[in-house]
């Protein structure tokens, strides 16, 4: 799977071990950045990037590291087609994508460890979303309110 991956200077600490994860794992990384560390750079332009590869099929899911996680989220889901979340557990990060069709995973570097990361990275590369009716009923409402909000 094309994973794209962007963090910003709060993020970029982690960054190495998830590509190394997802390397180890068969994925493609699609970096979008920081390819340098810059205490400057700022988690949204990151997290568009991230979305953007996602919304050209360059990707088909993304991660995107910041400090805490919580920027990277929230900047994450004002892009359309974009179901972003931060997970620092492995139960949320495979929950996320089965019931969810969560899209993007959102990691805070600042509060979880690398063997951590690596652990959530799988949970999440590796979940399916599920082709139970209720699940899909539930993501045609979350579509639909985006929808009604463009």
Same mark, same amino acid.
């Given at each position: 799977?094309?994973?794209?991956?962007?963090?910003?200077?709060?993020?970029?600490?982690?960054?190495?071990?998830?590509?190394?994860?997802l390397?180890?794992?068969?994925? &493609?990384?699609?970096?979008?950045?920081?390819?340098?560390? =810059?205490? #400057?750079?700022?988690?949204?332009?990151? !997290? @568009?990037?991230? $979305?953007?590869?996602?919304?050209?099929?360059?990707?088909?899911?993304?991660?995107?590291?910041?400090?805490?996680?919580?920027?990277?989220?929230?900047?994450?889901?004002?892009?359309?087609?974009?179901?972003?979340?931060?997970?620092?557990? &492995?139960?949320?990060?495979?929950?996320?994508?089965?019931? =969810?069709? #969560?899209?993007?995973?959102?990691?805070? !570097? @600042?509060?979880? $460890?690398?063997?951590l990361?690596?652990?959530?990275?799988?949970?999440?590369?590796?979940?399916?979303?599920?082709?139970?009716?209720?699940?899909?009923?539930r993501?045609?409402?979350?579509?639909?309110?985006?929808?009604?909000?463009?």
């Amino acid at each position: 799977m094309n994973i794209a991956l962007g963090a910003d200077h709060g993020g970029f600490s982690l960054k190495q071990t998830v590509v190394d994860e997802l390397t180890k794992l068969g994925h &493609t990384i699609v970096d979008c950045g920081a390819r340098a560390y =810059d205490k #400057l750079d700022d988690y949204p332009d990151f !997290a @568009r990037a991230v $979305g953007a590869a996602i919304q050209r099929g360059d990707a088909t899911r993304g991660i995107v590291i910041c400090g805490s996680g919580v920027g990277a989220a929230i900047a994450s889901n004002k892009l359309r087609g974009i179901r972003a979340c931060v997970c620092h557990d &492995t139960y949320s990060a495979r929950q996320g994508v089965e019931h =969810d069709d #969560l899209n993007v995973l959102c990691l805070g !570097a @600042r509060i979880i $460890g690398d063997e951590l990361a690596k652990e959530i990275v799988r949970a999440f590369a590796s979940a399916q979303f599920s082709t139970e009716a209720r699940f899909h009923r539930r993501r045609a409402k979350v579509l639909e309110i985006e929808r009604d909000q463009a």
